[in-house]
């Protein structure tokens, strides 16, 4: 098949869009099918094989008014983009979808796609698509409205409350997951949560749980295991990421068990939430930012911990509890989501309620406790990403869905 991907942040260090949309292209290849990406910034390194177009995108949230070039923000999409973001909004994905409807359009005047499949964006422009007689799948990781919910949770003043309510789109993804013809999600969590929030039909879900590549993240023999070490890999200004109940829990352990967190996340100046949390909750001297790191380095990280932490409020998946346990590494995460479908709870880690620091602490000071608790989950996590967690047969039951639709 002739595969057109689309992703409005393509590079993996965004988050699990990005390295959904890397590896799936790369299985696809591998399967001896064509796959090209259209993806906006920051672009992604593509697989060999792999056509890669790249459409623009400003991102006036993160970088404000462009120095260089500073005219073409009198483009339509530009100004609306930056209008939008004056009142708070995320516009991204709309102009994304639009742009993407633009280079599709533009590319079946020279060639034909047999599917084309949207990542999480839910665009407007992805309707467009489908108007052009092309058959479009859509992946839904997990609904938007839960990022609202979990903003809005956290906010503390009235002003917090505004900005996150009018942050996320309102009704363009309600209409656009049940326009298309199948929705993927990547749990029967994120199934459930779709069909609640957008209303799409039953018949119309498909679940095929995301992959991990296991020979990337593995046990790391030549790292030696730091004593009381915790990792959380996470964007921190995620709220539904759940760092303010793990920092809650190390205000509580401090003094009482000697422990350190590494947290694999970069701090953004202009949203310094948790290095301001660190501060409040007095646990600054315990906890590490290391900044964005490699995919090499990123396993090597996991080797050297004790535990991985997922204190999510909310995960579609679930990717970093599923990478540490690739690593051998315990897992002590929440049952928020799809979490008790990745980590079986007193096999290969600890579940915990979400938003309970004190549950969180408990688990935390019992397997620090118990080295040999902690090395029987550290492989039985292994066996069970390789058992239940491939990226190639992730994309051999995607294709399987091309070929429903098709």
């Known amino acids: 098949m002739r595969i057109c991907l689309l992703c409005n942040r393509g590079n993996m260090y965004s988050g699990g869009q990005g390295v959904y949309l890397y590896y799936l292209s790369r299985e696809f ?3 001896g099918h064509e796959v090209h990406l259209i993806v906006g910034p920051p672009y992604p390194d593509v697989p060999d094989g792999v ?4 459409v ?5 949230w993160e970088k404000g008014m462009p120095r260089e070039n500073p005219f073409q923000v009198f483009s339509p999409l530009n100004l609306y ?4 973001t004056r009142l708070w909004m995320f516009p991204e994905m709309f102009a994304f979808g639009i742009r993407a409807y633009l280079k599709v359009r533009e590319l079946l005047l020279k060639q034909k796609f047999d599917i084309v ?3 999480q964006t839910l665009a407007y422009g992805i309707l467009l698509i489908k108007a052009l007689g092309v058959p479009v799948v859509a992946t839904v990781h997990h609904p938007l409205p839960i990022d609202r919910k979990a903003a809005l949770a956290q906010a503390e003043s009235f002003k917090g409350k505004l900005v996150w309510a009018m942050f996320y789109p ?4 309600h209409l656009v997951a049940r326009g298309v013809d199948r929705v993927i999600t990547v749990s029967r969590s994120s199934a459930e949560e779709t069909r609640n929030a957008f209303g799409v039909r039953k018949d119309k879900l498909r679940v095929v749980y995301n ?6 993240f593995r046990r790391r023999e030549d790292v030696t295991k730091e004593p009381n070490s915790l990792i959380v890999v996470a964007n921190t200004r995620d709220r539904k990421k759940g760092i303010l109940y793990l920092l809650r829990a190390l205000q509580l352990l401090k003094g009482d068990v000697d422990v350190r967190l590494t947290i694999v996340d970069a701090i953004n100046p202009d949203d310094p939430y948790a290095l301001e949390l660190t501060k409040r909750y007095g646990v600054e001297d315990i906890v590490t930012f290391t900044g964005r790191i490699s995919t090499e380095e990123l396993a090597r990280r996991y080797s050297a911990a004790e535990i991985a932490i997922t204190p999510s409020t909310y995960e579609g998946f679930g990717l970093p509890a599923a990478e540490a346990m690739a690593c051998g590494v315990p897992v002590i995460a929440t049952t928020a989501g799809a979490l008790p479908e990745v980590v079986e709870d007193g096999k290969t880690g600890i579940l915990v309620p979400p938003r309970d620091a004190p549950a969180l602490a408990r688990a935390i000071k019992q397997l620090l406790a118990d080295e040999g608790l902690r090395r029987r989950m550290g492989e039985e996590g292994r066996k069970r990403v390789e058992r239940c967690f491939s990226w190639e047969k992730a994309a051999r039951e995607v294709l399987e869905v091309y070929q429903e639709v098709l």
């Open 81 to 84: 983009e930056l209008a939008a």
């Open 117 to 119: 499949h949207d990542n």
């Open 170 to 173: 309102f009704f363009m993804q």
């Open 56 to 60: 623009n995108n400003l991102n006036f």
């Open 29 to 31: 290849h591998r399967l």
């Open 211 to 216: 992959g991990i590549d296991a020979d990337m």
């Open 51 to 54: 056509k890669l177009y790249k």
